[in-house]
């Protein structure tokens, strides 16, 4: 298999190049700290994406933020503030949604080719007990729309073509350190495993879904 991950230098995006090369699947990375991959930059994200040649049997997005480095999560209304919450949906909505803008030249056309993009349970609305979080929530709500709507873009060009939101769980990494409280966390190389397991048995027919690390649909 070839894979071309996205956000290759963060927790989960390192971990799922690491399982993937250990699999003996050739892998082409994308990241900040390598190769001035800025999602917030249209013009970067056009650059670096135009720069790597497909096919690709597997794009694979882990980018996002749960909060901008001056700011973080809400926790009421009145903590709303514009200027973090532009940053947020720049980097979990929009910069997912101009990677998309290429997959149809990325994926094999007549072959089995999977885009999945990291989402996050706390997205689900109807998921949704306890509030806050308005940022982060909106953005990986919005980027599951995003989602829902290319899978079926992609499906009229590339019949088996496959394009979800997936929910890692609560990793391990730098990006969660803060926030983790009490929930249960699991190890980047983990996580990896159980999201390339949900990804390999995947079928097209689930195409625009949103499903969890083991491999269970999440409530829009």
């Known amino acids: 298999m070839r894979a071309l991950v ?7 995006g390192a971990a799922i190049s690491g399982a993937l090369r250990d699999g003996g699947d050739k892998v082409v990375e994308l990241s900040r700290s390598a190769d001035g991959f800025d999602v917030g930059n ?18 694979f997005v882990a980018i996002g933020i749960l909060a901008p480095l001056w700011g973080a999560p809400e926790k009421s209304l009145s903590a709303i503030k514009a200027d ?20 149809a030249d990325l994926l094999p056309k007549d072959n089995r080719g999977v885009v ?19 940022s982060y929530r909106a953005s990986k709500a919005a980027l599951n729309q995003i989602v829902h709507g290319a899978a079926i873009e992609l499906g009229r060009s ?8 997936l929910h890692p769980g ?10 983790a409280d009490r ?7 983990q996580a990896a495993g159980n999201l390339l397991s949900v990804i390999a048995n995947l079928t097209p ?16």
């Open 84 to 103: 973090q919450m532009a940053r947020v949906f720049a980097v979990n909505t929009i910069g997912p949604a101009l990677v998309l803008r290429h997959a």
């Open 6 to 12: 996205i956000g290759a230098s963060g927790g989960i």
């Open 205 to 220: 027919d689930q195409s625009g879904g949103f499903y969890d690390y083991a491999g269970q649909e999440v409530a829009w």
């Open 170 to 179: 609560t990793v391990e990494t730098a990006f969660t350190a803060k926030y």
């Open 116 to 134: 999945a993009v990291l989402s996050a349970r706390v997205g689900s609305i109807g998921d949704n007990q306890i509030g806050g979080w308005y």
């Open 158 to 165: 590339h019949k088996q073509s496959i394009c979800v939101a």
């Open 42 to 59: 249209p013009e970067s994200v056009a650059r670096c994406m135009a720069a790597v040649e497909g096919p690709f049997d597997l794009i």
């Open 183 to 189: 929930h249960k966390t699991v190890p980047p190389a």
